[in-house]
């Protein structure tokens, strides 16, 4: 999507029960789990190296079965990764 232009990202994150590892089970999702969390920010991350001038808006307005901890993994990863 960015590459097609996209700079503004509606990200969806839910929780895969089935999944023990954090890394593992935030998922990007609407309605089916997709993409670890991670994964896509590390993509982020790499487009806007490679693209500096650009502004990529990413918006978090959904987040689907997570607890504390599992919080605080994502917020960990966005400030580690980006």
């Known amino acids: 999507q960015l590459r097609a ?5 509606d990200l969806r994150v839910g929780r895969d029960a089935s999944q023990d590892t954090p890394g593992l089970a935030l998922r990007t999702c609407h309605g089916f789990f997709s ?4 994964e896509v920010l590390r993509d982020v991350a ?9 502004i990529v ?4 307005n959904h987040l689907y079965g997570l ?4 919080h605080a993994f ?6 580690g990764i980006l």
């Open 5 to 9: 232009g996209v700079r503004y990202l």
């Open 35 to 38: 993409t670890p969390a991670q």
């Open 46 to 54: 790499a487009f806007v190296k490679e693209n500096q001038a650009e």
């Open 57 to 60: 808006l990413l918006d978090f």
């Open 67 to 70: 607890d504390e901890a599992n």
């Open 74 to 79: 994502l917020l960990d990863a966005i400030e």
